[in-house]
């Protein structure tokens, strides 16, 4: 009897000798055992910091990828343009002309009135004063010129009659390329009902067509959207980039040698090199408004000048280009300028035969990126007026102009629905040149960059 109670508590006493041996067995863990969980532990935590990064990259990408295909597909239309085909007699009567027309008769002519003629006999069921009116804005006023130009350049064309595309009106252009809904009621949409039927009418004739775009290229810029054109804000831009280009890359690259090889390092450059530092953080507005009240009130230069421009775009991207030259002067090796002294060259020769060969990859990077982030400026030009209208195209960099982010702003200022497109368009194309001059950066850095 007394040996049935010990058989029921020797399990329990078993049990509770394990217990206790447990976390004597845990604590006598070799360790090699604690490195090998330790270095588990430390794998398992990299991979997930590595795949932070791959998605905050993924994210970054899509987000650029979304905005670059939102903008392309608002305006690849603009390298378009919808053309209708009318028969134009050249009567010399109804245009006012001698016989003989010369060049300044031409210029007084009234093409006006046989363009209307044609658009008339095209569709003689038209006779109502409002219905014409609406009738004539289908082709655009530029298309007036356009006649012009063909008869000075063919006089012979004078008193015959002959098919010619011509440019549509704004809002025919934007209906044709489905930005503006026909089902809605007509009162939501400026293209009335009588003009869709018109258009109809002429596209199922074969008079209608979609064309590339040439003079989005040509010409300056307008009032009218059909007639807009990115050639007066891209000449200005390359004006204002050559003033930029020759004032700022030699002096940026001339004050980075001095301060990085030449000048004793006490308070005087470490005040310097402090300033420059905190002036390639300044907004670039404050360099405007130091271009406003210098170069324009003090100096009393033009405004609205590529000349301007670049001043302003000089003093801003000075030290970015300071900045990147002296990194890669910073980056030769020291044995280098050793090597140099010890077979008996001056510090000059040094520089300039050895350093500063060796940095000029990483210089041309630095200027490459200074000049394209000057390239996209906005605020700074807006101060010293360059966003004024300007339809000529800048002959030189006194001349008034303006630049291709400033054009963007302006149209996109613009209650034309046509001059949206014109926007995302003249974005492309700016978007088109710094990817350009970035690629070229890391090109040139590739080629010339030498490794030790």
């Known amino acids: 009897m007394s ?59 899509s987000a650029v990828f979304l905005l670059f295909a939102d903008i392309t597909a608002k305006g690849y239309k603009a390298f378009v343009q919808t053309q209708i085909q009318l028969e134009i007699n050249f009567d010399t009567l109804e245009m006012g002309l001698p016989a003989n ?26 006779s109502g004063r409002n219905d014409r009116r609406a009738l004539r804005s289908i082709v655009s006023s530029a298309s007036v010129y356009m006649l012009q130009d063909m008869l000075e350049a063919n006089p012979e064309l004078a008193d015959t009659t002959q098919s010619i595309w011509l440019i549509a009106d704004d809002d025919v252009d934007v209906f044709h390329k489905g930005y503006i809904d026909r089902d809605l009621p007509e009162a939501q949409r400026r293209f009335k009902d009588i003009q869709i039927a018109w258009l109809d009418d002429l596209d199922a004739q074969g008079e209608v067509r979609i064309v590339f775009n040439k003079s989005f290229f040509t010409n300056g810029d307008s009032r009218d959207p059909e007639q807009a054109g990115i050639l007066g804000a891209a000449m200005g831009s390359l004006l204002t980039m050559l003033v930029t280009l020759i004032l700022a890359v030699p002096l940026g690259v001339g004050a980075a040698i001095y301060l990085e090889e030449i000048a004793p390092k006490n308070r005087l450059t470490q005040f310097i090199e402090l300033n420059i530092n905190n002036l390639a953080a300044v907004p670039s507005i404050i360099f405007g408004l130091l271009g406003l009240a210098i170069f324009i009130n003090f100096f009393g230069l033009p405004r609205s000048a590529p000349l301007v421009g670049g001043l302003v775009l000089a003093l801003m991207t000075l030290p970015t280009i300071i900045i990147a030259s002296r990194s890669a002067l910073k980056s030769v090796p020291p044995s ?4 140099a002294f010890g077979v008996g060259a001056s510090h000059t020769q040094t520089i300039m035969h050895h350093v500063l060969p060796l940095a000029m990859p990483g210089m041309l990077t630095g200027a490459i990126i200074g000049m394209a982030k000057a390239l996209g400026e906005t605020a700074p030009l807006l101060m010293i007026g360059m966003v004024a209208f300007i339809v000529d195209v800048p002959g030189g960099v006194t001349d008034s102009s303006t630049v291709l982010p400033v054009q963007i702003y302006l149209w996109a200022d613009s209650p034309e629905r046509a001059f949206l497109e014109k926007t995302s368009g003249a974005t492309l194309v700016l978007l088109a040149f710094l990817i350009t001059m970035n690629g070229l950066a890391v090109i040139l850095r590739r080629r010339l960059e030498r490794r030790w």
Do not use: H
């Not at 090998?36 to 905050?56: H, K």
């Not at 027309?101 to 031409?106: H, K, L, N, V």
């Not at 003629?117 to 569709?123: D, M, Q, S, V």
């Open 101 to 126: 027309p010369t060049s300044e008769d031409m210029r007084g002519a009234d093409f006006d009135r046989i363009l209307q003629l044609a658009i008339y006999e095209r569709f003689p069921e038209v």
């Open 3 to 61: 040996s049935e109670p010990n058989s029921v508590e020797s399990p329990s006493l078993e049990n509770g000798a394990a217990d206790k041996k447990a976390p004597e067995n845990k604590s006598k863990l070799s360790t090699a055992d604690r490195v090998n969980n330790s270095l588990q532990r430390r794998y398992r935590a990299e991979a997930r910091f590595q795949w932070y990064g791959r998605i905050a990259i993924f994210l970054g990408l």
């Open 336 to 339: 280098i300028r050793e090597a």
